[in-house]
């Protein structure tokens, strides 16, 4: 087996080569590689988890129960923050870079002749994997859409679970959500029960003649009370998502599946999901780590800040925010929607990709210009900030947060509190 490169993305010799066909949906390509690969889909059941804002939050807490519950479980998730392997979860803990490798290789000559796309790629050396564990349950979070996504390959996937859908990747899905709403609901199989939390009600429209059209039984369900479900998982958006995998795990124990309701509540209670609404200290400094990559991600999360500051060691009066906003989202409105007058924000780039600048920024929202700064790279924007009891928010991207999580990886006096793998059931 080839050596994994001396420093960097441990997987960036065999994922790279792959990167030109970028963002291409369809099921052609992955099921022709995957029949060629013996078919591992084929060996494991599975559940799935749709939607723009809270799916892996979703996957976290029915996958969690699964394993408190006793079953041999698996999760697939995007993206990831620092490494690949976290996409991927063989029981509690993440995939080994080993076996990660060993996979990709594995599927790499089949994935060179059917032209995959590197989240196919992945998909495959996955299933790869859950396939040679000996998983009996895993739950998959869909990358992009739905109908088309790489995760629907899976030919049985009883259960589904919707997490909440808005605008977001509307250069791919489409331009207004029942469009977009169209493409998630194409996860919907013939007598699958699925699951989903209030929705626009055009959203809704769309889910429920999708599931009537194909046979799909579908359930709206009421945000959890957090007093009788408490989670691990911070947020009051998390009612929702929590009533979503409760939904789900009830379904998969209706059909046999050994799950009970102490194993749901334990594992709710030890969920851990990274990058969001995360406590963590740099260099001394309080910081709150949120993606709030899009704009429904946004307003939720200024509606969170606003209504439970305490609960984030926060203060009432102006926030102290450091931004970086990839240029595909609505960076003028997600702006808006998280500084309030008094707050301030320093822009940054996000490495790796094409963002939204201060000056672009401050151009298209000339009423937020005075409250807009800008630093050449993340350490930068922190130290400007200085000292200070109040935690500085980072948000804007996942890979923004990736970033800081990467360097704290790399050097661990930098970051204090930072959950780098997700823990195992308690």
């Not at 996860?187 to 194909?214: I, K, M, N, W, Y």
């Amino acid at each position: 087996m080839p050596e994994p490169p001396a420093s960097g993305d441990p997987f960036a010799d065999l994922i790279e080569p792959f990167s030109r066909r970028g963002v291409d949906l369809g099921l052609g390509r992955l099921g022709a590689a995957l029949a060629e690969l013996g078919h591992p889909e084929r060996r494991f059941a599975a559940v799935q988890v749709a939607g723009t804002n809270g799916k892996g939050s979703i996957c976290t807490l029915v996958h969690r129960a699964l394993l408190t519950s006793g079953l041999r479980a698996g999760l697939y998730t995007s993206p990831h923050l620092v490494c690949w392997s976290e996409r991927i979860l063989i029981g509690a803990g993440p995939i080994s870079v080993a076996n990660l490798r060993r996979q990709l290789e594995r599927a790499t000559p089949a994935a060179r002749r059917h032209l995959l796309t590197p989240f196919e790629l992945v998909t495959a050396a996955a299933f790869l994997a859950f396939a040679a564990a000996e998983l009996e349950l895993v739950v998959l979070e869909v990358g992009l859409g739905g109908r088309l996504d790489a995760t629907t390959c899976h030919p049985d996937r009883s259960v589904i679970g919707f997490a909440s859908i808005g605008l977001d990747h509307t250069e791919i899905l489409g331009p207004d959500p029942a469009t977009i709403a169209a493409e998630k609901a194409g996860v919907l199989q013939p007598g699958a029960s699925a699951f989903s939390g209030p929705q626009d009600p055009a959203v809704a429209a769309v889910l429920t003649a999708q599931a009537r059209a194909v046979g799909a039984e579908l359930h709206w369900v009421e945000p959890l009370d957090l007093n009788a479900w408490p989670l691990g998982l911070p947020g009051a958006v998390q009612a929702s998502n929590g009533a979503v995998a409760l939904g789900m795990l009830r379904a998969l124990e209706e059909r046999g599946w050994p799950i009970d309701a102490a194993g749901i509540r334990r594992g709710f209670a030890g969920a851990r999901w990274p990058g969001r609404l995360q406590q963590v200290s740099w260099r001394g400094r309080p910081l709150l780590l949120d993606g709030a990559h899009n704009l429904p991600a946004a307003i939720a999360l200024r509606a969170e800040l606003d209504t439970e500051p305490a609960r984030h060691g926060l203060k009432p009066g102006p926030r102290a925010w450091v931004l970086g906003i990839l240029a595909n989202k609505q960076g003028p409105e997600i702006v808006t929607a998280l500084l309030a007058p008094g707050d301030r924000a320093t822009i940054v780039p996000v490495p790796g990709h094409p963002r939204w600048s201060q000056p672009a920024l401050a151009a298209a929202c000339p009423q937020l210009a005075p409250q807009l700064n800008a630093a050449p790279d993340l350490a930068t924007a922190l130290g400007q900030h200085g000292a200070s009891t109040a935690p500085l928010i980072v948000a804007g991207s996942l890979y923004l947060v990736g970033e800081l999580l990467g360097a704290a990886r790399r050097d661990d006096s930098l970051l204090e509190g930072a959950l780098l793998d997700r823990e195992g059931p308690e």
